[in-house]
């Protein structure tokens, strides 16, 4: 079931999914934290002293960290958003949710080169090519076995991932692709905000608001909750449930566009790529409540948070295992999510 009320609060690695920096910072724990080289070594420095229990960080690096992890968070959270959207209605798990992304990203790359123009204004351009595409994939590939087993599904949108990939690399090549773009950072109080990443977070609480607005304010997002609510019970009052299938996909397939749009704005980026940051996504998505929109923002922020403490602190990809085992114990405990709905509904 959708869940739609907002939370009263509101990469690669570091590893996977970093907050790059100028390309001369050394490969290390510390690029996720902006690649500013005198913050770079205090933190690869904190790193291994809290790692050994020698001291604790000053406040001024505890913000930065915190500064991070909040827009990690958001960007993950973004990332989630489409998915959560057509699991919630359609009762769907996109595996091409990554691929989707990275067309978009590829598509602000051809566009910028191709106009001249700054990349935020390939943004609205690539969310829309998104939703055309997810209600094409949808008709196409979805639509003939909405009511077939769930495993069907998966296949089947695996496949599209692969189509997807493999015509992107076919046409662009594996080889890492920017758009030398350098956004710069703002320094407040000593911290760093990096405005890629500023801009990333600021487009994902406006999705998330856009989003729930319509859901909750029109009589068409009114049918998506019907429908998300009790398919067969919409089919009766008159609602063309086949109808907001597809929008539902192809809306979902423009939020995997926005979040893939946004990406190469702080970072580059691979045919790859995408993957990368799904498989995290899946976990906020759980972590959150399957079909919860607030739920996949605080999933975000909760991951955001313990990759970049967590790289800090335990070094290496040790936080994965923390990630995971979250993952895993929310599972076993509120298997629906900490804001999803009973599993009994």
Known sequence: MLSL?????????VGIVALPGPPDV??????AFGGLPSLATAVDALGIQAVLGISLPSPTIFAQYFVFAVLLGGIYGLVALGLTM??????VINFAHGALMVVAMYT??????ATGLSPFFAVPFAVLLLFVLGIIVYRSTIAPIIDAPQENQLIVTFGVLLILVSGIEMI??????????NLGSLEIAGVFVPQGQLYALGIALVALAGTWLFLQRTMLGRAIRGTADNRDGAQYVGIDVPRIDALTFGIGAALAGLAGAVIPLFQSFTPALGDQYLINAFVVVVLGGLGSFPGAFVGGLIIGFIQVFGSAYLGGSTYQIVIFSAFILVLLVKPEGLLGGSTDE
Do not use: K, N, T, W
């Open 86 to 91: 057509i699991f919630g209605v359609m009762d």
């Open 26 to 31: 050394p490969a290390s724990a510390a690029e």
């Open 5 to 13: 009320s907002l939370p009263d609060a509101c990469c690669r690695d």
């Open 172 to 181: 662009f090549g594996s080889d890492p692709q920017q758009l030398g773009l």
């Open 108 to 113: 602000v790359l051809v566009f910028s080169d």
